[in-house]
């Protein structure tokens, strides 16, 4: 059983979840186990469909829908081809929350809220929140440059107040979040919760083999780095013998290998070739990517997966916000959003104490 509400923000009251608490969509590892849990514990969580397929996500759905009758969402990539298929089938089931990597299309946002469906898209920057703003999203989750996976370069103490400056939405706040104190701090910079992905990963709900979390559990707060050569794109990773070796081999090597694996991820995911060559030029539109980056991002899912679904530590890539330095356990899902709204209502109402109170006007 979670526990009570102790934090009532935008965000609980505009999911209807019990705590502002969010786990993140993470290709392979945001699953029906690890998404059900969180809903169960009172927190928000995502599938990621971007690794399924839409029959795969289909199942996902009735999974989850199965085992809790707590508020969840899909995370979708905004740029997939058959992005308005998966659409519907959230509208399908009544799925309360919509997720999407980058910003969506107009008409995607007006489908989803026609249906009633909460839209809350990722994004990274001060401009896409303003867009997304006109465009009649209900809240946004930025990700500061701690986070895990693609990232940009800016903290998140500094991108939270700049967005919540520049918008009327409520901000979901990600990127170096795993404990009380830091959802006690994103509610003082003015978010509404935070998200976490790093820490969702290293859960005892998690689906992702024991010898990866204890990779995980091993690294110190120097054991990410940022590189590009995995997919073309900034990509906080952990420091591996895999990537060490990726980061010293040439461009030609590099390039034959992803699209090896791009086309092994076509296969996986079931497009034809029109489906999958509508695909590349969708994402190449919207990321702004060259073609040679567009072909080194068919890199990232098979090597996601050899990581942390394989559990190969010498073939796959493990992406990590640099929190995993500072985690050392494996909590449930419920252990885990119980210890951080305890601590974050406890400093909260320590930091409230401290507030003098303006003096009584001495009487005459």
């Not at 990600?174 to 790093?198: E, H, K, N, S, W």
């Amino acid at each position: 059983m979670s526990t009570p509400p102790l934090i009532s923000t935008a965000l609980t009251r505009l999911t209807g979840v019990d705590h502002p608490v969010v786990q993140t969509g993470m290709g392979w590892v945001s699953g029906p186990r690890l998404v059900s849990a969180t809903a169960e514990a009172g927190g928000l969580g995502f599938l990621a469909s971007a690794t399924m397929t839409i029959q795969e996500l289909e199942q996902a759905i009735i999974t989850v829908k199965s085992r809790t009758d707590r508020p969840f969402g899909v995370n979708m990539r905004a740029d997939a081809g058959d992005a308005s298929d998966r659409v519907k089938l959230l509208v399908k089931y009544g799925v309360p929350v919509a997720g999407f990597a980058l910003a969506p299309k107009r008409e995607l946002i007006d489908q989803l809220k026609e249906a009633g469906i909460v839209v809350i898209p990722s994004i990274g920057a001060v401009r896409h929140a303003e867009k997304l703003q006109a465009w009649g999203v209900d809240a946004v989750i930025i990700q500061g440059g701690e986070g895990g996976g693609h990232t940009g370069a800016v903290p998140t103490s500094l991108l939270i107040p700049s967005v919540v400056a520049a918008v009327d939405l409520p901000v979901i706040a990600a990127g170096g979040f795993y404990d009380g104190r830091g959802l006690a701090a994103a509610l003082a910079y003015g978010a509404v919760g935070i998200g976490m992905g790093t820490r969702f990963l290293l859960t005892s709900d998690s689906s992702v083999p024991d010898v990866i979390k204890q990779r995980y559990l091993e690294a110190g707060l120097d054991g990410t780095v940022v590189t590009t050569k995995a997919d073309g794109m900034p990509h906080r990773l952990l420091r591996t013998e895999y990537i060490e070796g990726l980061e010293s081999t040439s461009a030609v090597t590099r390039l034959a290998g992803s699209m090896r694996r791009g086309l092994e991820f076509k296969r996986m995911s079931g497009m034809n070739w029109v489906q999958f060559a509508k695909d590349a030029v969708s994402m190449k539109r919207a990321s702004g990517r060259s073609m040679s980056q567009m072909v080194q991002a068919g890199n990232t899912p098979i090597l996601l997966k050899a990581g942390v679904v394989d559990g190969d530590l010498s073939a796959g890539m493990l992406a990590s916000g640099q929190v995993a330095g500072l985690i050392s356990d494996l909590p449930s899902c419920d252990e885990l959003i119980s210890r951080i709204v305890r601590e974050a209502a406890e400093r909260l109402r320590e930091a409230a104490a401290t507030v003098v109170t303006e003096a009584a006007e001495p009487s005459n």
